[in-house]
């Protein structure tokens, strides 16, 4: 039998947006800090750097938030997206789960990142921004805001770090085709890039840099926006329209996931997945298994500290109480650019201490291993930041037929790969390395987070 597949119309698709914090049990969320004073960032202090409307939805603790009309016409173009049944993956694992997953690869730029590039565009162009600047990890998020700045007729920015700049060069091409400008990060542009240049002529960049040299242009150019793919409430909030999607579509294969695993680096895929599911638990409906899947050479979940940290590298923009590495940790260059992120969203963070969402952590080769399964059997070449969710969804599959157990496992397929079939070379060719930070790496960037009084 092969895949099944799952379909909304378009008038079924959602029409607000889910907010987790409205559930969450317990103490309100920590606040983000100012760099300078240490204290709770301010309405007005957050308003230097986005617009009304987002700050709302970044402050919200309402359960649901409207989605404007024309964000939902621009989803229109791809969305609902399909949830699949992998029937002939289920079959050669020969295992009595039910294998489920939701396929983001069908956006005009092959991942998740557009739910949430499209509304940030569409809020800045409200607020009278010609341009957008960014930056960007394995170039999907940096590909995304290219598109919504054209569709905006806005202009975009792009800093994306240099070892997926040279490692994923179409990425760019794309980029450049929606009419965006590519920086390789760490750059001679800005000074944050000047002055790791200046120490390290060879450093491969990382997402932590790259923030910073978008923070530096941002501040730099009064009719620019800045706008981030992972991590920030709005950013999570606007990622939920997929578990949304998908809770409708699993009541069409009248079913419901005992697990639900997805991709975690910055969470936007993560939270766009599970937080409608940990809602549905929270208010009292059935309970759900979440894993969150990194890269072992990227540990922030399973190998990092709690604590308030910066997002970037230069220490320009807020601290955040979360999951961190360390600002100053550089992971090393593995292909899932999009998981190397040394802080987590603070949401992510919150349900992992609260013990809603599990952490693992996976090996680079282990991954495309599962990732080219699941391409021959589904006939989808998942990107590499996907193949760490069906790493783990075959683990588990696996261990149903062991034990002899039937559960349903639902799994997000964030993107597809037709960029990143690079890596699939050398994983073939034998020469894909398994990069995982020793101790003392780890500890040497811990010692750089602030000390900061969280009581």
Not at 192 to 214: F, H, M, Q, W
């Amino acid at each position: 039998m092969e895949r099944i597949r799952f379909s909304l119309s378009e008038s079924e698709a959602p029409t607000t947006w889910y907010n987790i914090a409205a559930d969450l049990p317990g103490p309100a969320l920590a606040p983000a800090l100012n760099p300078e004073t240490m204290q709770p960032l301010t309405r007005a202090e957050m308003a230097h750097t986005m617009p009304e409307q987002l700050i709302e939805q970044e402050l919200s603790t309402e359960r649901e938030i409207e989605i404007p009309e024309e964000v939902r016409r621009i989803y229109a173009m791809w969305r609902p997206s399909p949830l699949f049944r992998a029937r002939r993956l289920e079959r050669e694992l020969g295992t009595p789960a039910r294998i489920y997953y939701k396929y983001e690869g069908g956006a005009p730029t092959g991942s998740h990142k557009p739910n949430t590039a499209i509304p940030q565009a569409y809020y800045n162009k409200l607020a009278g921004k010609t341009g957008l600047v960014t930056e960007t990890g394995a170039g999907q998020w940096g590909s995304a805001t290219a598109l919504a700045a054209s569709f905006f007729e806005m202009t975009a920015k792009v800093y994306m770090v240099k070892v997926s700049f040279e490692q994923k060069p179409y990425r760019r091409a794309l980029m450049e085709t929606y009419g965006a400008t590519c920086v390789p990060s760490p750059s001679n542009e800005t000074e944050v890039g000047r002055t790791i240049l200046k120490n390290d002529p060879d450093c491969p960049g990382s997402l932590g840099i790259a923030t910073s040299e978008a923070l530096e242009a941002f501040a730099q150019d009064p009719s620019l926006g800045y706008v981030l793919g992972s991590a920030a409430n709005h950013v999570l909030l606007h990622q939920t329209i997929i578990g949304q999607e998908a809770l409708r579509q699993m009541e069409l294969a009248e079913d419901y996931p005992d697990l639900v695993i997805g991709c975690s680096g910055g969470g936007s895929n993560l939270a766009g997945l599970t937080f409608p599911f940990l809602g549905e638990q929270l208010r009292g409906g059935r309970p759900v298994r979440v894993i969150a899947v990194e890269p072992a050479a990227c540990p922030t979940l399973t190998r990092g500290t709690v604590a308030y940290d910066y997002a970037d590298t230069g220490r320009l923009g807020p601290l955040f109480r979360m999951h961190t590495l360390g600002h100053e940790f550089v992971p090393p260059a593995v292909h899932a650019g999009g998981l190397r992120a040394h802080g987590i969203g603070p949401l992510i963070s919150r349900c992992v201490e609260d013990g809603l969402i599990e952490a693992t952590a996976v090996a680079q080769t282990a991954c495309f291993e599962a990732g080219v399964q699941f391409a021959r059997s589904e006939g989808i070449v998942p990107a590499p930041e996907s193949t760490h969710a069906i790493r783990v969804a075959i683990d588990e599959a696996l261990r149903c037929r062991e034990e002899g157990t039937s559960k349903a496992i639902l799994f997000g397929l964030s993107g597809h790969g037709h960029f990143d079939l690079a890596a699939y070379d050398k994983y073939f060719a034998g020469t894909l390395a398994d990069d995982n930070p020793d101790d003392e790496l780890l500890a040497r960037a811990a010692s750089g987070i602030p000390q900061v009084d969280q009581a």
